[in-house]
């Protein structure tokens, strides 16, 4: 910038109008929505709904997975309950969530 231009800066010749509030909401109505930067930035995923046999077989597989590494007997012990409360878990929650489909299924027969 040379000096002509510094001494007699085009930005200063702008002016600027105030707006009242009606011009204001106008503005805000009849302006273009903006996008929603939360939903583009968001790169997440709909998380998967695992089944109850997903879950089972899911610990059949971690059973089959630690009879093939080279473990002591009382680590593997202490995997086989482990692995078994889960899968005792599992049914119990399986067998749970059967017993609340019919009981909903039994009051849209009576409906």
Same mark, same amino acid.
């Given at each position: 910038?040379?000096?002509?231009?510094?001494?007699?800066?085009?930005?200063?010749?702008?002016?600027?109008?105030?707006?009242?509030?009606?011009?204001?909401?106008?503005?805000?109505?009849?302006?273009?929505?903006?996008?929603?930067?939360?939903?583009?930035?968001?790169?997440?995923?709909?998380?998967?709904?695992?089944?109850?046999?997903?879950?089972?077989?899911?610990?059949?597989?971690?059973?089959?997975?630690?009879?093939?590494?080279? &473990?002591?007997?009382?680590?593997?012990?202490?995997?086989?309950?482990? &692995? *078994?409360? &889960?899968?005792?878990?599992?049914?119990?929650?399986?067998?749970? *969530? /059967?017993?609340?489909?019919?009981?909903?299924? /039994? /009051?849209?027969?009576?409906?």
């Amino acid at each position: 910038m040379n000096l002509e231009e510094y001494i007699d800066y085009p930005e200063e010749k702008k002016t600027y109008e105030v707006l009242s509030d009606h011009e204001i909401g106008n503005l805000a109505i009849n302006s273009e929505p903006k996008e929603d930067i939360s939903d583009k930035d968001d790169d997440s995923t709909e998380m998967h709904q695992v089944t109850h046999n997903e879950a089972l077989n899911a610990t059949y597989l971690l059973e089959q997975y630690l009879l093939q590494q080279d &473990l002591c007997n009382t680590a593997q012990l202490k995997y086989d309950k482990a &692995l *078994s409360n &889960l899968q005792k878990m599992i049914r119990k929650l399986q067998n749970t *969530s /059967f017993k609340q489909l019919d009981f909903e299924a /039994f /009051f849209e027969l009576v409906d």
